[in-house]
């Protein structure tokens, strides 16, 4: 959940809910239709012309977590090869101000790239004219800041296929119980748009596609500490249900517990996000059965490529997205090292055999 609350509310990319014709997708702030992330491409003979140029890069987070991390490892790797200097990296803790603040402490540094997520729409929109005044190039991460004009004011945007991540948590429930049986949903009961997204997504996937499965419970959870309870609820209201989805990490350490506790095994729990607990609970054969999570180490090589191409000039797509990866108690040693660009606990790999 770290990085869904420093996704902003004013968000503007949608999700299209098109015809049955049409594939279900995330789309950009103006509709545009999403571009993968290995269609950014920086050839041979513009790496040259980067490494010539001797660019510099300023990247200027929301705040700290995994991933964060793992993206400034992701674009850190990228700049070094392209020859493209990292004069520095911040952390706004959230904060419209401090982020203000980062932003003019880079300036002084002579960034030609910015690679950011703002903390608020409209003041980091104000904060970053004066970047985009004096040249600087900029690639936003998920958020669109307010009036922004795509190949005027910034490069493009890289964020997470939120549509796909849903859409991979309706599969997992749905092969894990062969198409047919009850399914209880939690949504984020709040107005945070990447998981509002993600959940309307398992949601309409879940409809769409499997007719043999029946949601027997909706119930909304704001507070990840009544994860438990809510589940407890559910089981006692709905004992005939199968599997139950879990907006996040924490939430769903909740779910688990609560079927623990009602003594089904049977139940089996999905959710988004890595996490220990889970992780080991997957890997140990218990209610934890499916995790979807996404690859912030590889949306910051995106983002640092997009940057490179910026400064030579060239033309790069508004909206890039990111995929999401299924993990499950197989493949988590590897995923969790695809996803976060370090090896799980050490535990987890104990439990899966991997030493």
Partial sequence: ????????????????????????????????????????????????????????????????????????????????????????????EMDPNKQRT???????????????????????????????????????????????????????????????????????MGDNLKGKGNVALLFHDANYYVTNQRDRAVKTVLQSQYPGIKIVAEKGISNPNDGETIASAIITQNPTVNAIYAPWDTIAEGVV???????????????????????????????MAGIVVDLPFTMGETLARMGALSVLGTKTPPFVVVPAIKVTKDNIGEQWKRSLNRDAPQEILNAAGKK
């Fill in 1 to 92: 959940m770290k990085k869904f609350l420093a996704v902003s509310v004013c968000a503007l990319v949608l999700v299209s809910f098109a015809t049955a014709q049409q594939v279900l997708k995330t789309m950009g702030p103006q509709g545009e239709e999403p571009t993968s992330y290995d269609k950014v491409i920086v050839s041979g003979a513009d790496k040259a012309k980067i490494q010539a140029g001797h660019f510099k890069a300023a990247i200027l987070m929301h705040q700290s977590s995994d991933f964060s991390n793992a993206l400034i490892a992701g674009a850190k790797s990228v700049f070094k090869d392209l020859g493209i200097n990292v004069v520095v990296v911040t952390d706004a």
């Fill in 102 to 172: 980062d932003i003019e402490t880079a300036l002084a540094l002579k960034p030609d790239i910015i690679v950011t997520l703002v903390v608020d729409p409209v003041s980091g929109a104000v904060a970053l004219r004066k970047a985009i005044d004096q040249g600087v190039k900029i690639v936003l991460i998920s958020n669109l800041p307010n009036g922004f004009v795509h190949g005027k004011d910034y490069a493009g945007i890289v964020t997470d296929d939120l549509f796909g991540m849903g859409r991979s948590v309706a599969e997992m």
């Fill in 257 to 287: 517990a609560a079927a623990r506790s009602a003594g089904r095994k049977d139940i089996k729990v999905f959710t988004i996000d890595l996490g220990a607990n889970n992780g080991l609970d997957l890997v140990k054969g218990g209610n």
